[in-house]
């Protein structure tokens, strides 16, 4: 079995030379990324996230030391 082993990885690795992403790779995470932004910014600006917002910045100007 261990030949077995030392033999797949031999013809695993032939003809790896990259060892970075693809020009594709790079577009989907691209893409990804822009879709995560677009869904976090919906979340942040949506009127139950800002009512909490305004009502933690009202509480922290109201305390007191």
């Known amino acids: 079995m261990k ?7 031999a013809v695993r690795g032939a ?4 060892s970075g ?4 790779e ?3 995470g691209t893409i990804a990324a822009a879709g995560f932004g ?3 910014y919906k979340v942040v600006t949506s009127d139950a996230v800002n009512s909490a917002l305004q ?6 100007l109201d305390a007191q030391f």
């Open 3 to 9: 030949w077995i082993r030392k033999r797949w990885g």
């Open 15 to 18: 003809g790896r030379t990259d």
């Open 21 to 24: 992403m693809t020009t594709a």
């Open 26 to 28: 790079y577009a989907v």
């Open 38 to 40: 677009a869904v976090l």
């Open 55 to 60: 009502s933690v910045v009202a509480k922290a």
